[in-house]
């Protein structure tokens, strides 16, 4: 049994450009926007992670990853300017089959990091800073499927907090026997 972390990058900028211009909908809560799937998807979304990449799917929004009956799979979620302008993060999650995988729980991880202090990130001081990531979680608890599920984020504007949408799209699991 072992841990999966997935890393979900998103294209907040172009997602917050064509809800503003009216070309995709900012969807709601219970009704996110579907980006698509594959190359429609693959604008928006990457997905990377570490090892139990299926083939050629690294950095793809249908990432296909291999697991075992008892292993966690972590999807944590970032913006491609980390958060800056935009915040995302999941919030939703539905799996098919249902009987595959727990339902998600989500958390704030909290981890330490040490990064320079300053300017000169060669030779400088180095520094304790606190980290924060919001991350989605479940265990894959029935062996010898493929497992489609849809993740679901909200995307936030952080000039002033307000939710610029809700998306949707589905990636997979291959479950070893």
């Avoid at 249908?62 to 300017?81: H, K, Q, Y």
């Avoid at 595959?100 to 202090?117: E, G, R, S, V």
Wanted: charged share 15%.
């Amino acid at each position: 049994m072992s841990l999966i972390n997935v890393q979900v990058s998103v294209n907040a900028d172009q997602l917050s450009t064509q809800v503003r211009d009216g070309s995709i909908p900012a969807g709601n809560v219970n009704q996110p926007t579907n980006l698509g799937s594959y190359s429609s998807s693959d604008v928006f979304i990457s997905m990377v992670a570490q090892d139990n990449v299926v083939a050629n799917d690294q950095g793809k929004s249908e990432l296909r990853i291999n697991a075992v009956a008892g292993d966690a799979i972590r999807w944590s979620m970032t913006t491609l300017d980390d958060n800056a302008r935009n915040t995302a993060f999941l919030y939703d999650g539905h799996f098919n089959p249902s009987t595959c995988i727990t339902p998600l729980t989500y958390f704030n991880m909290h981890t330490k990091l040490y990064l320079p202090a300053g300017a000169e990130p060669k030779n400088g001081v180095i520094v304790e800073y606190d980290s924060y990531d919001y991350v989605a979680q479940g265990s894959i608890i029935e062996p010898g499927q493929t497992i489609q599920y849809t993740l679901s984020f909200k995307l936030i504007d952080n000039s002033n907090g307000q939710v610029i949408g809700y998306f949707t799209w589905d990636p997979f699991i291959n479950v070893a026997q």
